[in-house]
């Protein structure tokens, strides 16, 4: 059993920052598939990002060049920077570990990007 804990939301201006943590208890991150993924209200669940266990990454074409997966397998702890900012991205943010039998998904943290 994996358990996930996001952190690092909160309330921005368009433009702004954020970065965005990810720490999963247990063994083995190192083995899952991380993805972040967001939804705002009245929307569908969308991905913005994964990154394999060897370290390639993926982006949504939304947030493509402003977004940055990592993560830090020492640490079971997975990042999503965020720069430039824009109130579409206004959301609550999710993480998620992939296996090849299990998923796992953490509670959530709100982005809100707002002047």
């Known amino acids: 059993q994996v358990q996930l804990v996001e952190s690092g939301g909160g309330l921005v201006q368009p433009g702004g920052s954020l970065r965005l943590s990810c720490a999963a208890s247990?063994?083995?991150?190192?083995?899952?598939?991380m993805g972040w993924y967001r939804q705002a209200p009245g929307k569908q669940r969308e991905l913005v990002a994964t990154i394999t266990t060897s370290g390639r990454t993926d982006y949504a074409d939304s947030v493509e060049g402003r977004f940055t997966i990592s993560r830090d397998n020492a640490k079971s702890t997975g990042y999503l920077q965020m720069n430039s900012l824009k109130p579409e991205d206004t959301a609550l943010y999710y993480c998620?570990?992939?296996?090849?039998?299990?998923?796992?998904w953490g509670q959530g943290t709100q982005v809100t990007v707002s002047s």
């Open positions: 998620k570990l992939t296996g090849s039998i299990f998923e796992y």
């Open positions: 247990g063994r083995r991150f190192s083995r899952y598939i």
